[in-house]
DNA sequence: CGCATATTTGAAGAGTTTCAAGCACAGTGG
DNA sequence: CCACTGTGCTTGAAACTCTTCAAATATGCG
């Protein structure tokens, strides 16, 4: 019998039964475990194992070797670079069911750093590289994955280099609405007035959108006075026109859902 | 007997010594090509075809579909995005040896266009995709190509959203340096005082480091005055202090060549 | 309740963009 | 050979957005 600490669930198992830690796992179906053939998936679920870390605290600095990957089960885990006078990017928010590590390669140049309480579920890098190599399939599947990466990131690149303060405001809401929708919610299913909530800080909002907490503040303030959100408490927003926040992020890929 | 057009040769060759074509070619050492095995090899040479584009024009727009990938052969391509009100952000410059194309997905989010004259080396996307899930070596290079990519489409992400316009040009600058010694060029071979040629014109520039030509001009300008560069023509520059660009662009992967 | 932390609000300042004009160079045609 | 025109780059001045600094307010927790 083997016990494994899954958040808030102990699950006792036996060896025979491996997978059953992962049949309780929230997003086990949204990650590659769900593209694993059967063998696979019961060698992930051999390899895995649960770690939980409270809001900022480091996972791994910057030039630290990463010796492992995972998925992020719940919680935000932010990838950021710091300037030696200090100032700080992040240049991307993993959430839960993202894949977290820098595979094949020594060395990050990146920080990982639980951005709010975080849970992850994490394999050995070398095991998984292996598991890697051995199996095509999931190869394909993370190159897939990593090729969306990359156009998102390019997708938020251009946010940076030529969008102001407020669609960089509006595409961030819009992103955490449509991630909080992700889950397969069909189209009819869109509340008129979804609620969104800030899963990070506001220097953390500020540091993944190149601007200042300031700044969003205002931004929000003034969205508010415009109607297009209300307040329902600093970290809480009614958004009362989609469609208008839609228009205002100017970016085509979020327009789709809602009318304006 | 085939004859290929392959730039300013024009190459004669017969069927079984097809790889001849690439033996002229004077990137393929530095491409997949070069990770192939001889069959993959020579089911590349097979499938492959150059094309020359005249600088400005566009080889495919966002929302096309991207039926071939490629490698650039001389010149330089640009990937950007426009909005709808035109502001443009490019969000990646392709070199010579770089992959390009949007492999696995029948539609780009990205134009691609010609930032100078360029000569492109293209494979039908849907056989180089087969190759690709025919070779899984290869498709293991494919991934760590797309994973250094992202790795440094991060990096510049961290120019656009928290580094100033002296330091993106800085940047800018030490990645032409960078990237025109890169031909395997030992340490102790590195001119002191190197020269540099902007390969595409300010407005793509400006573009790529989401700011203005005036801007650009007038760092310039100002680095001239410094006596970090000296303006040869409007494209040309002469770096006298790489060591002092280096530290002005903040950048800790690029302080690496030169001593201050 | 009081302290620490996080967010909002205000006013001043810096850096960049914008608009407008000037300059330099290449190609064309008289 | 020289004006003419177009294009691309530079320079100047004004305007604007966002940041910075400072203070006030709100929120959370022992």
Redesign the pocket.
Known sequence: MAEFDFGDRVVQINQNSLQSKCDTCPIHNRTMCAFAGEDAARELAMISRTRRISAGQTIVTEQDSLDFVGNVVSGVVKLSKTLEDGRQQIVGLLFPSDFMGHIFSDHTRFAYEAASDVEICVFDRKAFETLVQNNPEIQHELLLKVLTELDATREWMVLLGCQ???ERIASFLLMLLRRSLQTGCPKEDLPPNPTIR?PI???NIALFL?????????Q??SMSKARILK?I???TFEIINPGRLAKMANHEEWLEDYPV
């Open positions: 102001n303060a407020r800030f800080n506001r220097k190149g601007t200042t907490i300031e700044t969003i503040s205002r929000i303030q307040i408490d600093g970290n």
